[in-house]
Structures are given as C-alpha cells and as structure tokens.
C-alpha cells in the first residue's frame, strides 16, 4: 500500500471514529462536468443564484483559486 493509501485508510477510519457513516476522497482536479455547468449557466439556467456563476473560475480552477495547497497523486 503506497503513501497516499495509509494517508487516504486512515482519513476514512478517523471519519469512522468520529462517527460519520460515509467519508469518500476526490482529486483535486476541474470537474469532468465543468462544460455542462457552463452550458447551463450560458442558458440562464441559474436564474438568481448568481453565486454560481460567480464562482465560475473558481469551480474551473479548483486547484489554484479554492484548494491551494492541495496536490492530487
């Protein structure tokens, strides 16, 4: 089991521990999906919730705007 693995066993188990019943890890990385949610949002879709299309760059860019100092292996 590599590093990331110990590191990722030991983040679920303490989630465990502290009692929550589901603890999942994603990458750091621009969601699959961003397209979608920019078409979405190009159709008004988001009507006034403009907080989303307010953190457009953000959901874009994750790893430099939300999550600096986060890596994915």
């Given at each position: ?54 953190r457009e ?17």
């Amino acid at each position: 089991m590599g590093m990331s693995e110990q590191i990722k066993e030991k983040i679920i188990q303490r989630a465990t521990e502290l009692g929550f019943d589901l603890c999942g890890i994603a990458p750091a990385v621009t969601a699959l999906g961003f397209p979608h949610l920019q078409d979405w949002l190009s159709a008004g879709y988001a009507g006034q919730m403009q907080y989303i299309p307010n953190r457009e760059q953000a959901y874009k860019t994750l790893n430099r705007f939300c999550l600096r100092s986060v890596q994915s292996s």
